[in-house]
Structures are given as structure tokens and as C-alpha cells.
């Protein structure tokens, strides 16, 4: 199944949550929805699952009209972030309850709905789980057997609304590595949307990242990550520092600093800085592009995170490696390994 959206809006009063979106998924894709609260990226999401309308624009499923179609008839099926289970039911309950309610032409008898629904839960390996009721089980286990109730009808597309939103980091990390694993199993093209970006690049096989309405950038989460397309992408994925900029006549200025960077061609005016945390190399001071003096240290296991007022007003934070032990007060110089310049203040 792919999925394509063609300048799709959305308006909510004023207010655009969806301001012009063209995106392809193709047949068998885990894509991720990335982006801050009001992207944009829920109410995408609704409107390909049928549970919203735009006020223009296209949805087509394998090249026919989605919008023509209601939401049971698209044959969506959908996980939600705070698992919608039915508390009076079993677990199996659950998960057989979309095939019960199938219409009468299309519906199963007993035996088969049974078998699909032990081969659901073998797969969410929760079999175990059968008889007990939602209040019985873990965050975790709930949302497998939310999952396990969206495959029962064999959707043609799988959609997930932050699945682990409401879990703990240690479970969402776990859950993160099964839906990937899980996903290569069954094959159905899938779109998550989540706001946590270490969950998008680990689990995706592409990332959009969305701000405003708008998609800023669609790659593999390399290619996010190390190759951002815009300011926003860089500030909003990863750890980055940001620093006001002037470049004029060849030369980027911190302040009246000259940095001897490159500008790449950037035109003169004001412009801003991008350095990841970890990529400032740290030196003895009077070497680098920057200089300036320790304020605070902390570690985090092989790293200390330090906090550096510039010379020149600023203050940033690095991540270093612990070889080299920092202590307030320190005079250090920093030199950027890698960096990108954006126009614009």
C-alpha cells in the first residue's frame, strides 16, 4: 500500500495545522511523524486514517481517492497513545473484538477468529496473557495488545499516534526495538508520529519533520541528523548549539570576534551557527575559534557536560569526553569540528 498527500490544508479557525503538505509513503515503509506540539503531525495523521477531513487537497491509497471513503473502508488500522482498550474485556476479548463486529458478509466463524487471534498474541509474544483484563497488565503489555487488536483486522496500513507516549523511558526504549522488529515481520506500511527524536531516528526507515504545517525536511535518519536542510531541523534534532552570527565580506563574526569559518557562500547580514554539543573540540585557550572559561561541570557517565561563558557575552554548553577532566574556572579554547551557517538572525 502507498499513501500519497498533495498540498493538503488543514485550518482550524485562523490557525493552519496543515499549510500546504505533499508526502509519499511508499508500500511497506515505518515512517515517522517528527515535530513539536501544533506541527501538524496528529492531525496529518487523523486525516489519512479517515477521523478528519481536510479543507483541500488529496489523499490517495495505491493511486485511488482516500477522501471518497470513510474510515472503515480505508481499512486503517490504528494505535492510540493511551491504548483505548476495554477495560470490561479480556485481552483476547480485545483483540477479537474488530473481527467480531466485521459485517456479517465478511465476518469469520468462531474457529478462525480464535486462531487469528493466538497467532496475534504469539506475535506480541502475550499469549500468556489471554484471560487477564487490562487493569491486570503493565503500560507496556497494554500497548502490545493495542497493536495486536489494530493488526486483527489485517489493515492495509498501520497508524500509530505517540504508542509510547504514556510509558516510562526504560519500557518506550524496549517497546522501540520490538515495533522495529515487529514491523519487519509483518510488512504493513506504517507511519508514526511522535515529538521524541532519539524514538524517530531509531526506529524509522525515514523521518519527516514537521514545524508550523509545513514539512521541513523527508530523509533516512541519517541524513536528518547529520545533514539537516534548515535552521529548525538542526536546532530541533540532536543536541545543538546556537550562536547569533554576522558574516560580511567573507568573515563570520561573533560579536567582533572573527571565527575563521567558512561561510559557504552565505550572502553578508546576520546569520546563525549550529554546532552540536559533542562536535566542539576542546584546546588549551587561545587556540580554536572560540575562547572562553569554564562555569560549571557535570557528568554523565563518559561524558562531562560543561557550561562555558564565551568570550564575547555567550554562554553554551559542550559535551566532552572525560580523558580530558574540565574544572570551573578553567580557560579553554573550543574549535568546532563540524558546523553549519544559516542565513538570518
Do not use: C
Amino acid at each position: 500500500m502507498t499513501i500519497e498527500v498533495r498540498n493538503l490544508v488543514k485550518k482550524f479557525g485562523s490557525f493552519a495545522a496543515l499549510d500546504g503538505v505533499d508526502l509519499k509513503v511508499d508500500n511497506g515503509e515505518l515512517l515517522a511523524l517528527l515535530g513539536p506540539s501544533g506541527s501538524g503531525k496528529t492531525t496529518l495523521l487523523r486525516i489519512i486514517a479517515g477521523l478528519d477531513w481536510p479543507d483541500s487537497g488529496e489523499v490517495s491509497f495505491n493511486g485511488e481517492d482516500a477522501l471518497a471513503q470513510g474510515a472503515r473502508e480505508r481499512h486503517v488500522g490504528f494505535v492510540f497513545q493511551h491504548y483505548a482498550l476495554f477495560r470490561h474485556m479480556t485481552v483476547f476479548e480485545n483483540v477479537a473484538f474488530g473481527l467480531r463486529v466485521q459485517p456479517r458478509a465478511v465476518r469469520r466463524d468462531e474457529a478462525t477468529i480464535r486462531a487469528r487471534v493466538k497467532d496475534l498474541l504469539d506475535l506480541v509474544q502475550l499469549d500468556w496473557l489471554a484471560d487477564r483484563y487490562p487493569s491486570q497488565l503493565s503500560g507496556g503489555q497494554r500497548q502490545r495488545i493495542a497493536l495486536a487488536r489494530a493488526l486483527a483486522i489485517e489493515p492495509r496500513i498501520l497508524l500509530l499516534d505517540e504508542p509510547f507516549g504514556a510509558l516510562d523511558a526504560k519500557v518506550r526504549k524496549e517497546l522501540r526495538k520490538w515495533l522495529r522488529s515487529l514491523h519487519h515481520e509483518i510488512n504493513v506500511t506504517s507511519i508514526f508520529v511522535t515529538h521524541d527524536q532519539e524514538e524517530a531516528l531509531e526506529v524509522a526507515n525515514r523521518v519527516v519533520v514537521m514545524d508550523k504545517g509545513r514539512i521541513e525536511q523527508i530523509g533516512s535518519p541519517n541524513e536528518v541528523y547529520e545533514s539537516p536542510a534548515t535552521a529548525f531541523v538542526h536546532g530541533f534534532i540532536g543536541e545543538s548549539i546556537e550562536l547569533p552570527v554576522h558574516v560580511a565580506d567573507g568573515v563570520v563574526r561573533l560579536g567582533s570576534r572573527p571565527l575563521g569559518l567558512a561561510v559557504d557562500g552565505l550572502a553578508s547580514g546576520a546569520s546563525r551557527l549550529f554546532v552540536r554539543r559533542h562536535d566542539m573540540q576542546v584546546g588549551p585557550a587561545g587556540s580554536g575559534a572560540f575562547e572562553g572559561a569554564v562555569q560549571h561541570v557535570r557528568n554523565f557517565g563518559p561524558v562531562q557536560r560543561a557550561e562555558v561563558a564565551l568570550f564575547g557575552g555567550e554562554t553554551i554548553e559542550i559535551d566532552a569526553p572525560r580523558d580530558k577532566e574540565l574544572r570551573a574556572g578553567d580557560r579553554i579554547g573550543l574549535e568546532p569540528r563540524r558546523y553549519r551557517i544559516f542565513a538570518g538572525g
